[in-house]
């Protein structure tokens, strides 16, 4: 498998995973107040940074030992 193939498989779970786990995890961990502010853009950007980092290595490591057991 080529290395571009690589990136766009990594590419694509990560966003994948990230999606999920952002639509699922954020609504319980940021409770969303009636006016929001600055602080509270700060939270879910930060929080959706977190799980698109993760949701990469995650998806980096997968694709490699899929790769790996061939």
Known sequence: ??????KRLISILAT???FVLASRLA????????VRGV???VKE???QASF???STIVASVLIRWVI???
Request: net charge negative; hydrophobic share 40%; proline share 3%.
């Open 1 to 6: 498998m080529s290395d571009d193939t690589q």
């Open 16 to 18: 994948a995973i990230a």
């Open 27 to 34: 609504e319980d961990l940021v409770e969303q107040p009636e």
């Open 39 to 41: 602080g509270d853009d």
């Open 45 to 47: 950007a930060l929080l």
């Open 52 to 54: 698109s980092l993760v």
């Open 68 to 70: 790996g057991r061939r």
